[in-house]
């Protein structure tokens, strides 16, 4: 994708990847605009990077979606790239009962969010020049974390998603990435010092220097070789990644 010259909006962007994001595509100078649920997160990634905006947004309510796509044509008519970022990832116990609310929030949020989100802004995206749509999966669309069950169903079907997208927009010049990190230091799961996790920034700048090459999928080690297990044999590497899970401290 062009680097340069974008006026890019981030959903989740106050935070994790979507504030590292924000902060790589800022510093080449580009209109950025980043939403999230948490305003104190927004502001203090405003006071740092002076030039970028925000816009108020609950992605699991369809008014607030419609709202935020009319205010960004408005006020941001050259918007081009549209990167859905926000997610949740809550464990679950998919060996017994999956509270309801914990299904219809992970579900709302994390494939409901970007589809509407998307569908909001797909026309205008459609009549700017190299446009782009990048939703962000993860590693755990192809090999799920069973304590997490709903979350890795959430991810497998944006990936689903995203291959369609791809293949209907290639007529209309909008390219479609999926962006599906490994385990990287954030807040997620209070990860941010997790020693099996690659460093934010080390996600970010090959995460950056994969997107400037124009690739479909963002595999940034070791995602490239979990994205290459599922088939007909994938069950060894599920288990084996769920063991090493499992045998590591509990998530606080």
Same mark, same amino acid.
């Given at each position: 994708?062009?680097?340069?010259?974008?006026?890019?909006?981030?959903?989740?962007?106050?935070?994790?990847?979507?504030?590292?994001?924000?902060?790589?595509?800022?510093?080449?100078?580009?209109?950025?605009?980043?939403?999230?649920?948490?305003?104190?997160?927004?502001?203090?990634?405003?006071?740092? +990077?002076?030039?970028?905006?925000?816009?108020?947004?609950?992605?699991?309510? *369809?008014?607030?979606?419609?709202?935020?796509?009319?205010?960004?044509?408005?006020?941001?008519?050259?918007?081009?790239?549209?990167? +859905?970022?926000?997610?949740?990832?809550?464990?679950? =116990?998919?060996?017994?009962?999956?509270?309801?609310?914990?299904?219809?929030?992970?579900?709302?949020?994390?494939?409901?969010?970007?589809?509407?989100?998307?569908?909001?802004?797909?026309?205008?995206?459609?009549?700017?020049?190299?446009?782009?749509?990048?939703?962000?999966?993860?590693?755990?669309?192809?090999?799920?974390?069973?304590?997490?069950?709903?979350?890795?169903?959430?991810?497998?079907?944006?990936?689903?998603?995203?291959?369609?997208?791809?293949?209907?927009?290639?007529?209309?010049?909008?390219?479609?990435?999926?962006?599906? *990190?490994?385990?990287?230091?954030?807040?997620?799961? +209070?990860?941010?010092?997790?020693?099996?996790?690659?460093?934010?920034? =080390?996600?970010?700048?090959?995460?950056?220097?994969?997107?400037?090459?124009?690739?479909?999928?963002?595999?940034?080690? *070791?995602?490239? =070789?979990?994205?290459?297990? *599922?088939?007909?044999?994938?069950?060894?590497?599920?288990?084996?990644?769920?063991?090493?899970?499992?045998?590591?401290?509990?998530?606080?």
């Amino acid at each position: 994708m062009r680097m340069t010259d974008n006026t890019i909006f981030i959903t989740g962007g106050g935070s994790g990847i979507g504030r590292g994001l924000a902060e790589a595509f800022h510093k080449l100078g580009n209109k950025v605009i980043i939403s999230g649920r948490r305003k104190d997160r927004l502001q203090a990634t405003l006071d740092a +990077n002076p030039g970028m905006a925000a816009i108020e947004l609950d992605i699991t309510d *369809p008014d607030s979606i419609a709202a935020a796509a009319a205010k960004l044509v408005s006020e941001h008519p050259a918007l081009n790239v549209l990167i +859905n970022n926000a997610g949740v990832m809550i464990l679950d =116990q998919a060996d017994g009962p999956v509270a309801d609310d914990l299904a219809e929030t992970t579900v709302t949020t994390n494939l409901l969010g970007p589809i509407r989100m998307t569908s909001a802004l797909i026309e205008h995206l459609k009549k700017q020049p190299e446009a782009v749509i990048a939703n962000v999966s993860s590693v755990l669309g192809f090999v799920p974390m069973a304590a997490a069950a709903v979350y890795s169903s959430t991810k497998a079907a944006m990936h689903s998603y995203t291959l369609s997208q791809r293949y209907l927009l290639r007529s209309h010049g909008v390219h479609v990435v999926e962006i599906a *990190p490994p385990w990287v230091r954030t807040e997620l799961l +209070n990860s941010t010092e997790e020693e099996r996790a690659i460093p934010l920034d =080390q996600f970010i700048t090959e995460a950056m220097a994969q997107l400037e090459d124009g690739v479909d999928e963002v595999l940034v080690s *070791p995602a490239d =070789q979990m994205r290459a297990n *599922p088939g007909p044999n994938e069950h060894a590497w599920v288990n084996q990644f769920n063991d090493m899970i499992a045998s590591g401290p509990a998530f606080g």
